[in-house]
């Protein structure tokens, strides 16, 4: 397993195209309350590890980023994931993360982001980031302002209406 970085609390490595991570992701999808603002619900291990090999492990191959697996430390449990995808039809880097509810309101979510613009620094200096989080997901929009977002615009995700938060970069 290819750690990318660490924080004090979380371990933050690539995903792999494998069972255990595929079962990660359903586990991850499978509670609606996760999935509430993101346009997608449960999935299967055959749908997951087509998510693995086409969108996340693709991006990571492409692009040199991704939506990293996130364990805890002390324990090696995997809570999330949290990482960049290239957007190519924008030409900017999307920050996003995603946590099961049980590690909610615990800090995981702003510590990953974080920990993940610091990576930014070095890897992506002067490419366009941005966050984008559903107008209704009001713990997402609070951690995008933390990493020193600044609301841009609105725009439509599918059929969600997000609102997107210029964090480096112009917009």
């Known amino acids: 397993m290819t750690t990318i970085l660490t924080t004090p609390r979380l371990r933050l490595r690539r995903f792999e195209q494998t069972d255990v991570d595929a079962d990660h992701l359903v586990a991850l999808n499978d509670n609606p309350a996760v999935t509430k603002y993101v346009g997608e619900g449960s999935i299967d291990r055959a749908a997951a590890l087509d998510v693995l090999r086409d969108r996340i492990i693709k991006q ?13 430390l002390d324990d090696g449990a995997f809570i999330g994931w949290c990482g960049f995808k290239y957007e190519v039809e924008h030409d900017r880097y999307d920050v996003g993360y995603r946590f099961f509810e ?24 002067g490419k366009v980031i941005v966050g984008r989080a559903h107008v209704d997901n009001a713990a ?21 209406v997000v609102n997107v938060f210029a964090i480096r970069g112009p917009m």
Do not use: P, Q
């Open 60 to 72: 990571h191959d492409a692009y040199g980023v991704g939506r990293w697996a996130v364990e805890r």
């Open 102 to 125: 049980a590690c909610w309101g615990k800090g995981y979510g702003r510590e990953a982001a974080a920990a993940c613009m610091d990576w930014a620094t070095t890897h992506l200096a």
């Open 140 to 160: 997402s929009l609070k951690i995008l302002a933390s990493l020193g977002g600044r609301f841009s615009h609105t725009e439509v995700d599918d059929t969600d």
